[in-house]
């Protein structure tokens, strides 16, 4: 299969989880893979599908922030100085070990854009188990394919299924927000930055290694009718108080 790679502006809330929602649905529905990425207009806070927005209040920081509920599990996520992606690919059998399977090879392909910048990420499970940790934000969570550097957890990723796609989208945390202080990125922890373009780019040459079954992910856009159902999506579901406030 060949692939569309996506490298968008930033956008607002409802709007980035709008096209990752209308992208799974395009794959699902026989369109060809996608990886996307994506930053985000002004600091958000993101929920996992089934925390309830009253638990935002449990981190001060974030209180004046931005929220959306994300179609995807886990804990809250902070975006702000970070790479956030989404990888949406068919699948034939949603309960697939190689499903999960994804998670792990698209960690190995950021691991290895890091280690081209003499940045060593290490995987939580390779040191350890993962604790099961209740935390309100995915950052102070630990799952075994979550990706650490200096000990502190920088790459997360979550998922979210349709009848014949998944879509995996994750963050790159490069530098801690004000939003969120006590959570450092990359750049902070080695003392440097490197460009998110060439984050990008690094990205999907490693993941063309790991995910045998796209040749090739070439340069794309949004089309118009994905641009439209987005834009439906977003004003529906992501900008709608009633899904905002819903306790799944």
């Not at 179609?71 to 309960?95: C, F, K, Q």
Request: aromatic fraction near 6%; charge should be positive; proline fraction near 5%.
């Amino acid at each position: 299969m060949q692939g569309r790679l996506i490298i968008d502006e930033r956008g607002d809330a409802a709007w980035n989880m709008a096209v990752d929602q209308t992208l799974l649905e395009s794959v699902s529905a026989g369109g060809p893979p996608v990886l996307r990425f994506y930053r985000w207009a002004q600091p958000t806070l993101s929920l996992g599908y089934f925390q309830s927005l009253s638990d935002r209040q449990q981190h001060v920081a974030s209180r004046d922030a931005v929220v959306v509920r994300r179609s995807s599990g886990g804990g809250a996520i902070l975006h702000d100085h970070e790479l956030t992606y989404s990888l949406v690919l068919p699948i034939r059998d949603r309960t697939s070990a190689r499903v999960q399977k994804y998670v792990e090879i698209m960690h190995q392909a950021i691991a290895g854009a890091c280690s081209d910048a003499n940045i060593p990420l290490v995987r939580v499970g390779d040191r350890a188990t993962a604790p099961r940790d209740p935390a309100f934000l995915c950052f102070q969570r630990r799952s075994s394919d979550d990706l650490e550097c200096a000990g502190y957890k920088v790459v997360g990723s979550a998922q979210r299924r349709a009848a014949h796609a998944v879509l995996q989208h994750g963050s790159m945390l490069l530098a801690a927000s004000d939003k969120a202080p006590e959570l450092p990125g990359i750049c902070d922890l080695v003392g440097r930055n490197i460009e998110v373009e060439d984050w990008a780019s690094a990205i999907q040459r490693w993941l063309r290694i790991g995910l045998t079954e796209v040749s090739q992910w070439s340069p794309a856009t949004l089309t118009g009718e994905q641009i439209a159902a987005a834009d439906r999506t977003a004003k529906v579901r992501f900008a709608n108080p009633t899904w905002l406030g819903r306790r799944p």
